[in-house]
């Protein structure tokens, strides 16, 4: 079994890939394999809702990069998903929803009922409404979302200061382990059948 925990971050090696590096720990004492995918320092096209992904039905964005396409084929190969954000402005760091914005609007069928989790980081507010932004691309698509003892956040403005982190360090074990039982049980069981998508808007 395999989770995939994406860097959300610009900085490969700070905070956040701290955070996701004790996740990743718990992840592997539980026998579970954890790879850290980063997104990388390079402009991120946002998608344009254009549908050109599902026109040719490969679940991958027309525009391709590795960025998305090559972190969709690695969620898609894993059984759960863990994705680390910074905090920019109480959010999810803008290049990190561009990832996400293109992987499940291509994706999404290819990555449902994986067990998945948010974690986020920041120097000192705005981690919950990042963490609940990230959260809600699992939501909508049936993926069933691994907890921790307490908010999925770290404090701090260095790699150093995170980990004098001890709270923040235990929610992420804590966070391993629980994906780690969650990836398990989930593999036992087969996923339900989904009913055929309703779609309505407010003016009909």
């Known amino acids: 079994m395999k989770v995939l925990l994406i860097n ?14 004790e996740v990743a720990g718990a992840l ?5 394999e954890a790879e850290i995918a980063w997104i990388g320092r390079e402009p991120v096209r946002g998608c344009l809702g254009c ?16 960025a998305v396409n090559g972190l969709i084929a690695k969620a898609e190969a894993a059984d759960g998903l863990v994705v680390g954000t910074p905090v920019f402005y109480a959010g ?30 920041a120097r000192r507010a705005g981690t919950t ?6 959260n809600k691309y ?19 403005q260095s790699a150093e200061q995170v980990r004098q982190d001890a709270e ?19 593999a036992a069981v087969p996923a339900p059948e989904l009913e055929p998508k309703i779609a309505t808007s407010f003016i009909r």
Request: charged content about 20%.
């Open 8 to 21: 959300g971050s610009p900085n490969e090696k700070r905070c956040t890939y701290t955070a996701l590096s």
């Open 28 to 32: 592997e004492a539980e026998g579970v």
């Open 51 to 66: 549908g050109g992904c599902a026109k040719r039905g490969e679940g991958r964005c027309i525009f391709d990069d590795d």
């Open 92 to 121: 999810a760091n803008g290049a990190l929803l561009a990832v996400l914005d293109r992987m499940f609007y291509a994706a999404s069928a290819r990555l449902r009922f994986k067990p998945a989790a948010a974690v986020a980081s």
């Open 129 to 134: 409404p990042a963490i609940d932004q990230v």
């Open 138 to 156: 699992f939501q909508f698509n049936c993926m069933p979302l691994a907890s921790a003892n307490y908010w999925p956040m770290v404090h701090g």
């Open 168 to 186: 923040g360090l235990q929610a992420m074990r804590v966070l391993g382990r629980n994906l780690a039982w969650l990836v398990k049980a989930t």
